[in-house]
């Protein structure tokens, strides 16, 4: 497939979003090309999440136009399931189903959605187990797992649909301070493989290690955009500088 190459992986253009009255994706615009990694930053209720969950369709758009890897993403039916299916998805909640092991959470959707052989898919699942460090957990359930270990199986997870793209939302706001880090280390050795990747998070210190690029969000809209360099040491709008102050004195 040649349209994997090269180009933007992901582009929103003048997408809306209500929640009723509230408004809560205000024309926005954004382009991630392959290999990219761009933090989404801003204060609760910003519409960061809402974003990610647009990418993949998690929740609809009242108007504008989202392409995955060139196409359209459609409303419904087989041909989003394809495009979903090149999206990986980390949750802040884990989302493993609770009665399959570590390694059936994995290998389900290799077999089901992409006819997998079970023998492939469960050596390709050990190979991802083994890389996020919990290759050792792979016939446990679910609720015998740390937190960390549950959001590292989650990341293995979705990369075993071998995804263009890889969503993350707030993967470790749900976590103890002491396996926040455990997560963040494989989703750095992500960033150093290449993976592209959204990243909602509150954790400004991968944001400055990790992203290509920041998304500052503020009431639905894309406020500001910027190297995290820049946009740490030197914030553009008043919004961005508040939030910053905040967060940056702590």
Same mark, same amino acid.
């Given at each position: 497939?040649?349209e ?5 992986? &992901?582009?929103?253009?003048? &997408?809306?979003k ?9 024309? *926005? ?10 933090v &989404? ?8 999440? !809402?974003?990610?969950? +647009? ?9 504008? %136009?989202?392409r ?15 495009l979903?299916?090149? #999206? ?7 989302? /493993?189903? =609770? ?8 290998? /389900?959707?290799? !077999?089901? #959605? @992409?006819?997998?052989? +079970?023998?492939? =898919?469960?050596? @390709? ?19 015998? /797992? ?8 989650? *990341? ?9 793209? $890889?969503?993350?939302?707030?993967? +470790?706001s749900? /976590? ?22 959204? &990243? #909602?998070?509150?954790? $400004? ?16 809209? *894309?406020?500001? +955009? ?6 740490? %040491?030197?914030?553009? !709008? ?10 940056? !004195?702590?």
């Open positions: 497939m040649v994997d190459d090269r180009g933007p992986v &992901v582009e929103m253009e003048h &997408v809306d209500y929640f009723g009255d509230l408004h809560v994706l205000n024309d *926005i615009n954004l382009v991630v090309d392959k290999g990219e990694v761009v &989404v930053i801003g204060p609760s209720g910003s519409g960061k999440s !809402t974003l990610c969950r +647009t990418i993949n369709r998690l929740e609809s758009i009242d108007s504008g %136009t989202i995955i890897a060139g196409k359209t993403l459609p409303d419904e039916g087989k041909a989003l399931a394809e979903r299916a090149k #999206v990986g998805m980390v949750f802040q909640s884990f989302n /493993l189903f =609770a009665h399959k092991t570590v390694l059936e959470n994995i290998t /389900l959707g290799p !077999t089901k #959605v @992409r006819k997998t052989p +079970t023998a492939e =898919a469960k050596k @390709r699942g050990m190979e991802l187990l083994e890389r996020v460090g919990v290759a050792n957990q792979a016939s446990k359930y679910p609720a015998q /797992l740390s937190g960390g270990q549950q959001q590292r199986v989650a *990341i293995a997870r979705a990369l075993a649909m071998n995804p263009m793209v $890889m969503l993350f939302d707030e993967p +470790t749900a /976590l103890d301070p002491e396996m926040v880090n455990e997560v963040l280390d494989v989703m750095v050795s992500l960033v150093k493989q290449g993976m592209t990747m959204i &990243v #909602v998070t509150h954790e $400004m210190g991968f944001a400055r290690k990790a992203g290509d690029r920041v998304v500052f969000m503020s009431d639905g809209q *894309i406020v500001e +955009t910027n190297t995290p360099d820049k946009f740490f %040491t030197d914030p553009q !709008t008043a919004r961005a500088q508040d939030f910053l102050s905040k967060i940056l !004195t702590h």
